[in-house]
């Protein structure tokens, strides 16, 4: 087994075009469910790239998610995420976000702020990235990894189906937590 070599690249010094590696990235969510637990899934066909100068100018940040890849590990509530209720993936196949705005809040975190579309709704959002390092795989590929989440609520693009519960309250939270872990290999 060939090892890992990890860099010590500073978060501001990282420079050039990044190929999301959709093998070794989850992009998710969970959602409380029927007020007692969580439903966590993730669209597992997702691409992407992001673009730097030194000290992080002119970064942008591009992502695309197949809607149709969503996996809750239960494929009825697939199905039903993937209907017109929810997603309704035959009118609108992809999640997409585009950042505005990218700084290093510190050495380790980067504040990406962007817009976020799901079902033809565009919503500003702004996501938290802890910057995990540098490393050349045993390819000789230069990656980097960061990890991040932020709050959305599901309502502000569109996803209103719900049901009421008989104790009260309701099956499907409006809050739902969107969930980053990112590998991205250098490509120029």
């Given at each position: 087994m060939t090892d890992v070599t990890t860099t010590a690249?500073?978060?501001?010094?990282?420079?050039?075009?990044y190929a999301?590696?959709?093998?070794?990235?989850?992009?998710?969510?969970?959602?409380?469910?029927?007020?007692?637990?969580?439903?966590?899934?993730?669209f597992n066909e997702v691409e992407g790239s992001a673009t730097t100068g030194p000290d992080l100018q002119g970064a942008r940040i591009e992502v695309t998610m197949q809607v149709a890849s969503i996996d809750t590990r239960s494929a009825d509530r697939d199905g039903?995420?993937?209907?017109?209720?929810?997603?309704?993936?035959?009118?609108?196949?992809?999640?997409?976000?585009?950042?505005?705005?990218?700084?290093?809040?510190?050495?380790?975190?980067?504040?990406?702020?962007?817009?976020?579309?799901?079902k033809d709704v565009?919503?500003?959002?702004?996501?938290?990235?802890?910057?995990?390092?540098?490393?050349?795989?045993?390819?000789?590929?230069?990656?980097?990894?960061f990890e991040g989440s932020t709050v959305?609520?599901?309502?502000?693009?569109?996803?209103t189906w719900n049901a009421a519960l008989e104790t009260g309250g309701v099956l499907v939270a409006e809050k739902a937590t969107l969930e980053f872990e990112i590998s991205a290999i250098k490509s120029a």
């Open positions: 690249t500073p978060l501001r010094e990282l420079d050039g075009t999301i590696d959709p093998s070794h990235t989850r992009i998710g969510f969970s959602a409380r469910h029927a007020m007692v637990t969580k439903v966590r899934g993730a039903h995420l993937k209907s017109a209720d929810f997603f309704d993936v035959e009118t609108y196949p992809t999640i997409t976000f585009a950042s505005t705005e990218v700084t290093a809040v510190d050495s380790d975190t980067l504040r990406v702020t962007g817009d976020l579309t799901i565009t919503r500003p959002v702004t996501i938290d990235f802890e910057y995990a390092g540098a490393a050349t795989d045993p390819f000789g590929n230069q990656r980097v990894g959305v609520n599901r309502k502000d693009f569109g996803l």
